[in-house]
């Protein structure tokens, strides 16, 4: 299945796409690289994690 791209993503292809997952509610997201080392708030419980830590391989 071909990933989907919004209009713009280009201007941003130096940063890859990241998945991560909440380690409170299991909740999986994806964030660019350069939120790596920012605190990551989830979208479903709101729980506050460290994005570095809970990565999707
Ligand atoms: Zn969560």
Same mark, same amino acid.
């Given at each position: ?8 993503? @280009? ?7 990241? /998945? +991560?997952? %909440?380690?409170? #509610?299991?909740?999986?997201? @994806? ?7 920012? /605190? +990551?708030? %989830?979208?479903? #419980? ?12």
């Amino acid at each position: 299945m071909a990933e989907q791209h919004c209009p713009g993503f @280009e201007s941003n292809k130096s940063l890859a796409e990241i /998945k +991560i997952k %909440c380690p409170e #509610c299991g909740r999986e997201s @994806e964030i660019f690289s350069d939120e790596m080392d920012k /605190k +990551i708030t %989830c979208a479903g #419980c709101k729980n506050t994690f460290n994005p570095a830590k809970c990565k999707i391989d």
